[in-house]
């Protein structure tokens, strides 16, 4: 049986986490030994790893959730944790493609700033009068 710290430290997640998820259900409810104190096994191990993982990948934690849900119940297709992938999958390149434009646009805004006074600034212009910007951050989500 493990700890609650013990826990944290083979997963990389807060204490503070640990007790979040098992609050809103994604962790189950721990036993405690007659001093209160949470103890786990190792399934418990495995399912925070799961989330944890699922958290670097960038899953909602409602993702998480039903994703969880089709684990648990392993007879199932997997074509909803294919979907729940694909959704996230689109996403990431959204975001992708958000951040390349961004990313074009500073270079743009520094490449034409000439560093001579604050008053020519090509990078405050660009801040102050959106209408200088290249990019529609609005129509890409930005």
Known sequence: MLT??????????????IRY????????VPGRTSGGQRRYYDHDL??????RHGRQLGFSLNAIRELLALA???????????????KQLLQVDQRLLRLKALKKELKRMITD???????DCKVLEVLRDHSNCLTDHEAIGA
Do not use: W
Not at 21 to 28: A, C, S, V
Not at 46 to 51: A, G
Not at 72 to 86: F, L
């Open 21 to 28: 998820y098992e609050q809103i259900g994604l962790m189950h």
């Open 46 to 51: 495995d399912r925070l790893s799961f989330i």
């Open 72 to 86: 648990d119940n392993p007879k199932q297709s997997c074509a909803n944790a294919d979907s729940i992938a694909r």
């Open 113 to 119: 700033c000439e560093c001579n006074r604050v008053a």
């Open 4 to 17: 609650i710290g013990t826990l944290a430290r083979k997963t990389g997640t807060k204490v503070q986490t």
